[in-house]
């Protein structure tokens, strides 16, 4: 088990910094190609392209080295992000300070709030289910320690290992262990965020 010897917040600093850079990543790449910049679908693209790419690289046992430069560099663009869009995030604080004023007096509204602040907030947590403990975070481990992939002949769960495992190891070189939980509750948010802001009324508060 990768163990931090700094603080979890620590961790989860990190975690927030890769995903800013994948999003900056990804956003590029859309700019590139002259499409519009999206948050969900930057966040999205950067992550299938960085995994696939590196998916590649750790086949081979010199190669899956360069993981460790690229944590950190995506660490670094994340901080170059939030600096570039510091001013969006101030906006964005003021405009959940006028909308705090609607939990008041809206249940429904206080409930979809609340829900959502804590799935994140639980994505903080270690993970402790089976499923990620066995193999999300198992072959991770393993590739770090053995620099290839589990053999399927030992480890039958090891065959279900992909892109995702290789994107959760991005956090682990860095002892963000909550990379892929912190990635899919704010995934799921912004989603979500992204398609109520394109109805009105019940058909909004239904999603």
């Known amino acids: 088990m990768i163990v931090s010897p700094f603080h979890p917040l620590f961790g989860i600093t990190i975690c927030i910094l890769i995903l800013c850079g994948t999003i ?3 956003q590029m790449l859309l700019t590139k190609l002259g499409q519009q910049k999206s948050l969900v679908v930057a966040l999205g693209l950067g992550m299938v392209l960085i995994s696939q790419s590196l998916y590649i690289f750790t086949l081979n046992k010199v190669s899956i080295n360069i ?9 670094v663009m994340g901080i ?8 969006l995030l101030f906006s964005i604080k003021n405009v959940w ?13 206080f409930l979809s709030v ?23 975070w198992g072959i991770p481990v393993y ?16 065959s279900l290992g992909g ?12 002892y963000a262990i909550n ?12 989603f979500i965020c992204y398609l109520a802001n394109r109805f009105d009324g019940s058909k909004r508060w239904f999603l």
């Open 24 to 26: 900056y990543f990804g």
């Open 67 to 75: 993981i460790y430069p690229t944590a950190l560099c995506l660490m």
């Open 80 to 87: 170059i992000y939030l600096f570039i869009n510091r001013s």
């Open 97 to 109: 300070r006028n909308r705090s004023l609607n939990l008041l007096h809206d249940p429904f509204y």
């Open 114 to 136: 609340s829900l959502m602040i804590s799935y994140v907030l639980l994505s903080f947590c270690p993970p402790t289910n089976a499923d990620a403990l066995n193999y999300h």
């Open 143 to 158: 590739l770090m320690r053995h620099q290839e992939w589990p053999s399927t002949n030992l480890w039958l769960h090891g």
């Open 163 to 174: 892109i995702g495992e290789v994107f959760i190891m991005l956090g682990l070189v860095l």
């Open 179 to 190: 990379l892929s939980t912190i990635l899919q509750s704010l995934s799921l948010v912004a």
